[in-house]
């Protein structure tokens, strides 16, 4: 029997997923009034758990051998154990969304640029939108109210209100 949304959980959950990726992914996107009022919670929800844990990093070093068979010591950076499980967690709140190569960009300067990245929209999440809000947290004092809605009118057809939600 269907739930909230009209939807049934699992077809509820997919269409949030959904949602809230191309939100993040993108800045802004047009729905339903009453898919932006489900969207909001969950997606403040997951750029919080993003800014508690996007700097927490572990340096280590790492002995190796170059061509010529010296040994050289380099230092590597990886996510901490606490950041790692955050990640994994939104990894399944999310779809995962693949960047595509602007036009006007050559093949092998976007292989070159995209060839490390395994997750692109945790990058962008873990790397850009939480340091972000986190940066305004201290200024402001306060956190949460990362998305606004705004309201748009009927769409022809169904009329249905539809909503624009976007990152503030």
Do not use: C
Not at 10 to 33: D, F, H, P, V
Not at 100 to 119: G, L, M, N, W, Y
Request: glycine share 6%; proline share 4%; hydrophobic share 35%.
């Amino acid at each position: 029997m269907p739930g909230k949304l009209g939807r049934t959980a699992q077809q509820r959950k997919a269409l949030l997923r959904n949602q809230a990726s191309e939100l993040l992914w993108y800045g802004k996107i047009t729905t339903t009034k009453a898919k932006a009022k489900e969207l909001k919670p969950y997606v403040e929800k997951i750029i919080t758990k993003a800014i508690k844990v996007y700097d927490d990093n572990v340096e280590f070093e790492v002995k190796k051998t170059d061509a010529k068979g010296k040994e050289i010591t380099v230092k590597s950076v990886k996510d901490s154990p606490k950041k790692l499980a955050v990640r994994r967690e939104l990894i399944g709140k999310l779809r995962d969304l693949q960047e595509v190569k602007p036009f006007s960009e050559k093949k092998a300067d976007f292989r070159a640029r995209t060839a490390d990245i395994q997750h692109p929209l945790m990058e962008k999440l873990f790397n850009e939108i939480a340091p972000k809000y986190a940066q305004r947290k201290e200024e402001l004092g306060q956190g949460g109210g990362y998305t606004r809605i705004y309201l748009l009118g009927e769409r022809r057809g169904d009329a249905a209100e539809e909503a624009i939600i976007e990152l503030v």
